[in-house]
């Protein structure tokens, strides 16, 4: 922990479960991980694996909902936002930290134009006048890319595309110059081609201002695109955390192998049927008791149904919650999922 | 696989969507969804249309199956124009082909059983034997991998990945010879998507079908078919052999389209990217001649005076793009030549 002072956001056994009529949910349990300024980290998992989640807690959004922090720390350059109030939490919330959610349409306001809802963010964070705070407004529009920023600034988010507005999301998460970026699924909602413009503006503003920035998505493709390195979550767990090069070069846990293995390729043509990974993810209500995969892992052994795995470091921060990996530390076979069964 | 006899020729299809305005409501202006489009489906093949929002890809399989009703063209189906029948025997005609939806959630009746929600289907078509009916069902919830204690639930107690083999399984139920696969894995998670895919494969060998596929990911596209239309702003760009497409794409905008997908691929071998300045234009107002011409980087004087002609790239390879009026073109070495 010797480069202390670099890191900007270190997550401490995280735990956020909703407490609803069928019982405890645990959405994020037990998830450390850290980021340093300058640095990209992915979080990539399916529907219910606790990425989304693990993002709200960091911002504290969950107010208002069954969710709740249950336990860790979210130090955040050393502080721990989970004791914060919520008044200070606000003064953080689009200033030192930034968020870009999905859908632009609904994070937008519909009634007030584009330019107010940027200088709005800049006024409240900074002592700005009305003028001022426009013509940062202005600015900000032209760096993420849109063109006529002074006529655009005018118009409201109807009057946009969808691509337009996600670059007015991306100028309202930066124009305080945040030092932690969060992107939830920031181009899900996008065309291809769209989507390669949002990506790449991204990474140039994340070059340009030296901050952190957390992507979370379900799309592997993203991640490789964007980040330095990347944590695999499952059931609200991290499985295995590597740089993006060793992830998908040589996934060491299991799900990891069965996600990269069941992405069809637009790059090699296959006649053969995809690998599958059977079954379905467990019911958050009902997980098993040993390993979370165990139930649906080819390889999976007796102690994976009885008993959780650690994360285990393999080497220089290169974690893997796998028994198999724990035991012997060999190579898993590829030939395990050839048999696409079931279906 | 297109060795096949013709099951599916569409010819000149057009699709407008009328937009009201005024007073009184009077048509001021039309979407031009699909706008004359020409292709032919063969026996046992899978085509693919593939095109971002507003490309027209979904309204083309609606209007095969007439849930729009087409504004000219003509769908020869089997031998029979589609667009002339009338209502009731266009009913039937359904038994033939058959659509899934993108989303298993809202194209499911919640208050109905998987035993009700097929049965229906095969009521409606006539299909098999009353007294057979439940062995039937169950049979055919086998087949899509759902279990026999599941036939009395009804939807909200499937996942998304079990309730689109429900909507599989219905499709099936008349036993069509076309289905068409409206955004059909869209909606699920990778590795649901995998198990849907593969299930869509098994049943393509098992009952001799015939699909359109219908998606905007490339990565499904090539994984499960053999020949693939391209679409931009409701025109045909290209229509190629998988190979083809993927290997030398024909059109500019393939090209592009191809290259703005993230890779999956290490860090180091990255592929050279373009990335396509602006957005889609506004389907009610088009841009003259060549649709794609405003975004495209080798756009030129031809290209926004005249809509180009298909010009044969490869056997098997169709694209409108004046570029290729001598002949197909390499766009990597273009590019490099002309350093874009």
Redesign the interface.
């Known amino acids: 922990m010797e480069k202390d002072k670099d890191i900007v956001l270190q997550v401490e056994n995280l735990q956020t479960s909703f407490f609803t009529e069928d019982g405890e949910l645990k959405a994020v349990n037990d998830v450390s991980f850290s980021i340093e300024k300058g640095q990209s980290l992915g979080i990539v998992g ?2 219910g694996s606790g990425k989304s989640i693990t993002s709200l807690s960091i911002l504290r959004l969950l107010t208002g909902t069954t969710g709740k922090i249950i336990g860790g720390k979210i130090l955040f350059k050393g502080e721990d936002l989970t004791t914060f109030s919520e008044k200070k939490m606000q003064s953080i919330r689009g200033n030192r930290i930034s968020m870009i959610f999905q859908e632009p349409m609904t994070s937008l306001n519909p009634t007030i134009t584009i330019g107010e809802q940027i200088a709005e963010v800049i006024r409240g964070h900074q002592k700005k006048d009305r003028k001022s705070a426009w013509e940062d407004a202005v600015k900000m529009l032209s760096g993420v890319g849109i063109p006529e920023p002074e006529k655009r600034a005018k118009q409201y988010p109807f009057q946009l ?1 969808g ?2 507005r996600q670059r007015v999301m991306i100028a309202i998460a930066i124009s305080c110059q945040p030092e932690l970026l969060i992107a939830d699924e920031p181009t899900t909602a996008l ?7 949002i ?2 503006l991204i990474k140039k503003i994340q070059r340009r201002s030296g901050g952190a920035l957390v992507m979370i998505t ?5 991640i ?2 964007t980040c330095d390195a990347v944590a695999v979550m499952y059931c609200g767990k991290i499985v295995e955390y590597a740089s ?2 060793e992830l ?2 040589s996934p060491k846990h299991p799900y990891t192998m ?3 293995n ?6 090699t ?2 006649e053969e ?5 059977d079954g ?2 467990p019911s958050p209500y009902e997980l098993p008791n040993g390993c979370l995969f165990a139930p649906r892992c080819p390889y999976a052994k007796e102690i994976c149904q009885n008993a959780l795995p650690e994360l285990l470091n393999l080497y220089g921060n290169r974690l893997v919650r796998c028994h198999m990996q724990q035991t012997e530390g060999r190579e898993l076979e590829h030939d395990r999922w050839k048999s ?1 069964s ?2 | 696989m297109t060795g096949g006899k013709v099951l599916l020729e569409v010819k000149n299809l057009k699709q407008y969507f009328p937009i009201k305005g005024g007073l009184i409501g009077r048509t001021i202006n039309h979407v031009k969804a699909v706008d004359d489009v020409s292709f032919t489906v063969h026996e046992g093949e899978t085509l693919s249309i593939v095109g ?2 507003g490309s027209g890809k979904t309204t083309i399989g609606r209007s095969i199956i007439r849930l729009e009703q087409a504004n000219g063209g003509s769908v020869i189906f089997d031998g029979e124009d589609l667009l002339s029948l009338s209502n009731r025997q266009m009913r039937k005609k359904r038994k033939d082909i058959q659509i899934i939806f993108q989303d298993p959630y809202a194209s499911l009746n919640p208050r109905q059983t998987v035993y009700q929600i097929i049965n229906e289907a095969m009521n409606i078509q006539g299909v098999g034997n009353k007294s057979e009916r439940r062995q039937d069902i169950l049979n055919l919830m086998e087949t899509v ?1 759902l279990g026999a204690h599941q036939i009395d639930l009804h939807p909200h107690q499937f ?1 998304g ?2 309730r689109q083999r429900i909507g599989i399984a219905r499709a099936l139920s008349v036993r069509p010879k076309l289905i068409i696969c409206d955004e059909a894995v869209s909606a699920l ?11 869509l ?2 049943l393509q060998r098992k009952y001799m079908l015939t699909y359109l596929f219908i998606s ?9 078919s053999d020949r693939i239309i391209v679409m931009y702003l409701g025109k045909i760009m290209e229509v190629s052999g ?2 083809d497409l ?1 290997e030398t794409p024909g059109h500019p905008y393939t090209y ?13 071998e990255k592929k050279e ?1 373009i ?3 602006g ?2 234009p506004s389907p009610i107002t088009p841009p003259s001649g060549c649709p794609f011409h405003t975004r495209c980087p080798y756009a030129f004087s031809a290209c926004d005076k005249t809509l180009p002609p298909f010009y044969e790239a490869r056997e098997n390879q169709q694209v409108s793009c004046h570029l290729l009026k001598k002949g197909p073109v390499d766009f990597t070495e273009l590019r490099k030549a002309e350093d874009f």
């Open positions: 399916e529907s595309s691509g337009m065309d291809v081609t769209i989507q390669a413009q990506l790449s379900h799309d592997l493709g993203v490789a695109e993006v090069a998908f070069e069965g996600l990269l069941s992405i069809p390729s637009h790059e043509d296959s049927d995809l690998y599958i990974i379905q993810v696409p079931g279906s | 971002e929002s991998g996942s990945g079990q998670d990778v590795s649901i998507q995998a198990q849907v895919l593969n299930l494969k098994k905007h990911d490339l990565g499904v596209v090539r994984h499960i998988k190979k993927f592009a389209l191809l290259s703005s997908i993230p890779s999956t691929k290490p860090t180091g990217r990335i396509l300045h957005d889609m």
